[in-house]
């Protein structure tokens, strides 16, 4: 059975950092790329990140040069570190696998499946 599985949501202070996890079962992820994506309350799921196969990588201009993503094949993880949190970061955040071969992207997640069921995260004084 394919899975995937979100951990390490919570509640910060802005400025503070978290890293997420999206732990993959019932197939070979490291023959895909896996993204992360999020959605707050009455907005729509968009794309955050993503990294591929080959460990390229790609970020929503809302948090690039403050989230980092990485995988470790051994874990079947991928992790997403973000630092610098904002109140506007506040979400529940998802992990998917890209469904097609070659570089991912994030702007579409209809173009992922197999989604975790997601992990809050809250930034908040």
């Known amino acids: 059975q394919v899975q995937l599985v979100e951990s390490g949501g919570d509640l910060v202070q802005p400025g503070g950092s978290l890293r997420l996890s999206c732990v993959a079962s019932?197939?070979?992820?490291?023959?895909?790329?896996i993204g992360w994506f999020r959605q707050a309350p009455g907005k729509e799921r968009e794309g955050v990140s993503c990294?591929?196969?080959?460990?390229?990588?790609s970020f929503a201009g809302s948090v690039k040069g403050r989230f980092t993503i990485s995988r470790d094949n051994a874990r079947k993880t991928v992790y997403l570190q973000m630092n610098s949190l904002k109140p506007e970061d506040t979400a529940v955040y998802y992990c998917?696998?890209?469904?097609?071969?070659?570089?991912?992207?994030?702007?579409?997640?209809?173009?992922?499946?197999?989604w975790g069921q997601g992990t809050q995260v809250s930034v908040s004084s």
């Open positions: 990294i591929d196969s080959s460990d390229r990588t």
């Open positions: 019932g197939f070979t992820s490291d023959d895909y790329a």
């Open positions: 998917g696998r890209w469904r097609w071969t070659g570089r991912c992207s994030i702007d579409h997640s209809v173009d992922y499946t197999n």
